[in-house]
């Protein structure tokens, strides 16, 4: 049994961006993306490179590469073992796109904003 769960973060509008953007990858790409995603259920915290980056500010990346097709899904811990996908990209260049990752924190203010009011 996976020891994290991980749900993929969705818009006030109900768009789910990083599962739209698996859903756009290749059949090659998006599996070795769901295997990467099934080794974090199972090691959380623990996970690193070459699979796991820590960004900034708790955002996270998952990592994989098909060939010369690198693609990225960005992350954070939540409470009780929760993870959330926020977005993801392709990577064509070395760094991380900054926009990605102000998304991500943009997509991580929204998701616990929405949490704590519901409590």
Do not use: C, W
């Amino acid at each position: 049994m996976p020891k994290f769960e991980v749900e993929f973060y969705e818009t006030p509008n109900g768009d789910q961006p990083a599962k739209e953007f698996l859903l756009s990858l290749d059949k090659k790409i998006r599996a070795k993306m769901a295997d990467t995603i099934s080794i974090l259920q199972d090691n959380g915290y623990e996970l690193r490179e070459p699979y796991s980056k820590h960004l900034s500010e708790g955002i996270f990346e998952l990592r994989a590469k098909v060939g010369s097709d690198i693609t990225r899904v960005l992350y954070f811990f939540y409470v009780d073992r929760h993870i959330i996908l926020t977005n993801g990209f392709i990577k064509k260049t070395q760094k991380t796109p900054p926009k990605e990752i102000e998304r991500a924190k943009k997509y991580r203010a929204d998701y616990l904003r929405r949490k704590e009011s519901r409590k």
